[in-house]
């Protein structure tokens, strides 16, 4: 992200500066102030601070996210693997791990799973239900994608909000060289160097809120769709698992259906985890 914003300004202040421009002109903080300023302000009308709250711990996540590895999927694998062993003929036998997970000792071995809210209670909560009162496979399909959506539908508020706001800033950009007009008006008797100084002033503030807008809030909507679609892959790997479980299949077929739906840059190949499920039998 932070190669990408010093990219941005690279390329466009470097462009301006070669054609002959001056730095100075570009520097207009009160320009900043109206566009940037009255873009929050509207920020603050249109969300809750639930809203954002959610939309700093995106975009803090985003900043330091990665793409999903195969040793993190082989992690949520194992962590499932595990699970299906321990409940295979059993369910009560999972109670303790699912009522509290966060004290597990199975998802205390698996920090991908252990450290993801989200996929971590979708576990829990789904074995609660299984275990309380069995459902049919397509009932727990169900079950299971109204969940899934609930979250997905929860996360795209923050990316919407975002590009919400870059749309914004073209027309807050506007306003801000109106009001630069306005001013200039007043100077008609000043002479051309004044007045021409003031109109370039001015016209800062259009260029401000488009390249706010396509230079920086829209990549950033893009970027925070771009993680909760990966974050989101997990959910669907655990999904998958889950649904053979709860058609009693055995745990290295469930573990099955759950790598197939892994994306196949990061899918660990067959014999990989074949050779991870023996190496969690052997510490077992």
Do not use: W
């Amino acid at each position: 992200m932070f190669v990408g914003a010093f990219t941005v300004i690279a390329c466009v202040v470097g462009g301006y500066l070669i054609e002959g421009g001056h730095m100075a002109v570009l520097i207009q903080p009160v320009e900043i102030l109206i566009i940037f300023g009255s873009g929050m302000g509207g920020l603050l009308i249109a969300a809750s601070p639930t809203l954002i709250k959610a939309m700093l711990h995106q975009i803090i996540h985003a900043m330091k996210a990665k793409e999903t590895t195969k040793e993190q999927y082989v992690e949520v694998l194992m962590c499932l693997y595990e699970l299906f062993k321990t409940g295979k003929g059993n369910m009560l036998s999972l109670e303790a791990h699912v009522e509290k997970p966060e004290e597990s000792a199975i998802f205390k071995k698996y920090p991908t799973v252990l450290n993801n809210h989200h996929a971590l209670f979708f576990i829990a909560d789904t074995m609660k239900v299984q275990i309380s009162s069995p459902v049919s496979p397509y009932d727990l399909d169900d079950l299971m994608s109204a969940d899934m959506d609930a979250i997905h539908k929860e996360e795209l508020q923050v990316p919407t909000t975002v590009s919400r706001v870059g749309d914004a800033m073209p027309g807050l950009g506007i306003v801000a060289a109106v009001m630069g007009v306005v001013i200039t008006m007043g100077k008609l008797t000043q002479g051309k160097e004044v007045i021409g100084h003031s109109v370039a002033s001015a016209l800062v503030g259009t260029f401000m809120g488009v390249l706010l807008s396509y230079g920086f809030f829209q990549p950033l909507a893009a970027k925070l769709e771009a993680v909760i679609s990966n974050d989101g892959k997990i959910l669907e790997v655990v999904k998958a698992g889950l649904l053979a479980f709860g058609k009693e299949c055995s745990p290295k077929v469930c573990i099955e259906f759950a790598r197939r739906i892994i994306p196949a840059a990061g899918r660990p190949s067959f014999e990989e985890t074949d050779k991870a499920t023996q190496n969690v039998k052997a510490a077992a």
